[in-house]
């Protein structure tokens, strides 16, 4: 006779919650509403409690001063004489001095009350100054974890993703808040890192093959011996592998520039126009496009590199989209209202004003969105932008009016 096995037992229940545990009592946690409501709910209880006592002291000192007896009896006659109503002593009969008393008594009084009020108006004037300094004052020591928190975030926008916040004190909700950030800057810090780590990557990888086959196909036209069709189809894969390089080329730039820029250093926008003229001069003169403009110093802080890559982008697009006769391109350098501007002027199509926001997009073109074009890959506006907002200006495009566009970078000095 067989007997079934027991079925095995279940694994225990781990004891371990990751999960952060709950205190016993949740409601007493010192939260930012219990302590501003404790706060300010205790300030208007001792401000009730000064303002009530100064006026009951205020009060009492009236009535003293209001109920001191004023009149004297002089004379065998036994005359009632009095300083403050000199008119008793010129009664005729008892109905006559009782109605004087009792104006004199509501003189006193209204004397008695004009003193209450002048002198509790200046305790309430002090007490509200008193108040608003201590209020600017606990209200400054209550929000501190909020400037704490701001100066590490305006830190971060520089990006010093190395900083932290790590505030102390009660476990409120300003406390949450910023461990809540120093969690998002972790996980944005390691984000960023792995980004640099593939950008860095991918330009090995990607350049090494294209590289390769530029070495193979020039290997190849160099044969005198190679059939016409041949050399034909090696030109043409020569091309494409260029415009390869240039494609790679333009979007690790694109992905290196969409970052602030750490390391800066003095740059003249004058030199970075002037690098970026000569190496198009031979373009624009087979084009028989005019070069031409005044370029004043414009020193900014900055990656120089990367702004040549600016003024290049710009120039060769005014050198490449113009006129077919007659052509010019104006760049212009200066120092306008504390900023550094690079202005590029061309000849060229008529371009619609809703038109302009389409150029600064990847892969766009006036009329269209492919790469079709033997003129560029279609990445050097999205650069120049990309380039400009890392140095903290930017970019911006107009029509000018009989054709063409003006360009105008701003950078901060």
């Known amino acids: 006779m067989t007997t079934t096995p027991a079925p095995p037992k279940a694994p225990p229940k781990p004891t371990w919650d990751p999960r952060k545990p709950e205190p016993p009592f949740p409601w007493l946690r010192p939260t930012i509403r219990i302590r501003l409501t404790l706060l300010y709910g205790g300030m208007f209880l001792i401000a009730g409690i000064l303002l009530l006592s100064i006026i009951y002291l205020l009060a009492a000192q009236a009535l003293h001063e209001g109920s001191g007896v004023d009149f004297q009896v002089t004379g065998s006659n036994l005359e009632l004489t009095s300083a403050t109503c000199p008119q008793l002593s010129g009664a005729g009969d008892n109905q006559e001095l009782n109605s004087m008393l009792k104006e004199c008594t509501a003189v006193q009084r209204q004397h008695a009350l004009d003193g209450l009020l002048s002198r509790?108006?200046?305790?309430?004037?002090?007490?509200?100054?008193?108040?608003?300094?201590?209020?600017?004052?606990?209200?400054?020591?209550?929000?501190?974890?909020?400037?704490?928190?701001?100066?590490?975030?305006?830190?971060?926008?520089?990006?010093?993703?190395?900083?932290?916040?790590?505030?102390?004190?009660?476990?409120?909700?300003?406390?949450?808040?910023?461990?809540?950030?120093?969690?998002?800057?972790?996980?944005?810090?390691?984000?960023?890192?792995?980004?640099?780590?593939?950008?860095?990557?991918?330009?090995?990888?990607l350049r090494t093959p294209l590289a390769i086959n530029r070495t193979l196909l020039e290997v190849h036209l160099s044969d005198p011996g190679a059939p016409m069709e041949l050399q034909q189809l090696g030109k043409t894969l020569l091309a494409t592998n260029e415009r390869s390089e240039q494609l790679v080329e333009g979007l690790l730039l694109l992905a290196r520039s969409d970052n602030q820029i750490v390391e800066r250093k003095p740059v003249d926008l004058a030199e970075v126009a002037s690098q970026a003229i000569d190496q198009v001069r031979g373009e624009a003169d087979v084009k028989g496009v005019e070069v031409r403009g005044e370029r004043a110093a414009a020193v900014v802080q900055g990656n120089g590199v990367l702004l040549e890559r600016i003024a290049l982008n710009l120039v060769q697009n005014a050198v490449r989209y113009n006129v077919a006769e007659d052509g010019w391109v104006e760049v212009v350098t200066e120092v306008l209202h504390g900023q550094a501007v690079l202005t590029v002027s061309n000849t060229g199509p008529v371009v619609p004003a809703y038109e302009i926001d389409n150029l600064f997009e990847p892969f766009r073109r006036l009329r269209t969105e492919r790469t079709g074009s033997d003129k560029g890959v279609g990445l050097g506006l999205s650069i120049a932008r990309s380039v400009a907002r890392a140095h903290g200006g930017h970019i911006v495009a107009e029509p000018r009016e009989g054709g063409g566009l003006v360009m105008r970078v701003a950078l901060p000095i």
């Open 120 to 205: 509790s108006l200046m305790a309430l004037l002090g007490l509200a100054v008193i108040a608003f300094a201590f209020g600017y004052a606990m209200a400054g020591r209550v929000l501190s974890p909020l400037g704490r928190i701001t100066r590490t975030a305006r830190a971060v926008a520089g990006s010093d993703l190395s900083r932290r916040i790590e505030l102390d004190g009660p476990d409120d909700e300003l406390k949450e808040l910023a461990d809540t950030f120093d969690d998002m800057l972790e996980r944005l810090q390691r984000a960023f890192t792995a980004q640099q780590r593939f950008v860095g990557n991918a330009s090995h990888e």
